[in-house]
């Protein structure tokens, strides 16, 4: 396995989850990390990335205010800090690695497993 992500559960809503992306086999610092998630019955959606040093950031409409990438080098981990959650936000999330810190899932590489979230009362 080569992106590890973790950090899912149930939370209520207005809840916080911090989601952990941890490379194994590679140096996570020479890509740009992105995270996506995919609800039942939808298609996977674009959450947020952040470029190789981290200083750089990109949010879907849906996450900015409300959730947080980041990443440690030195951890070769990622992150995505996620607050006040909303049932909309139920999803898997998958972290991925790439060139670039885009939208588009195709320009990624490295895909992690999945880890669920789940929001409700």
């Known amino acids: 396995v080569l992106l590890q992500a973790s950090g899912g559960g149930l939370v209520q809503p207005g809840g916080s989850l911090r989601l952990s992306c941890e490379a194994s086999?590679?140096?996570?610092?020479?890509?740009?990390i992105g995270w996506f998630r995919q609800a039942p019955g939808k298609e996977r959606e674009f959450v947020a990335a952040?470029?190789?040093?981290?200083?750089?950031?990109y949010y879907a409409d849906s996450a900015k205010g409300r959730f947080t990438i980041s990443r440690d080098n030195a951890e070769n981990t990622g992150y995505l800090q996620m607050n006040n959650l909303k049932p909309e936000d139920t999803a898997v999330y998958y972290c991925?690695?790439?060139?670039?810190?885009?939208?588009?899932?195709?320009?990624?590489?490295?895909w992690g497993q999945g880890t669920l979230v789940t929001v409700s009362s």
């Open positions: 952040t470029s190789w040093t981290g200083v750089s950031t």
């Open positions: 086999e590679f140096t996570l610092d020479n890509y740009a």
């Open positions: 991925a690695a790439g060139p670039n810190w885009v939208a588009e899932p195709e320009e990624y590489d490295y």
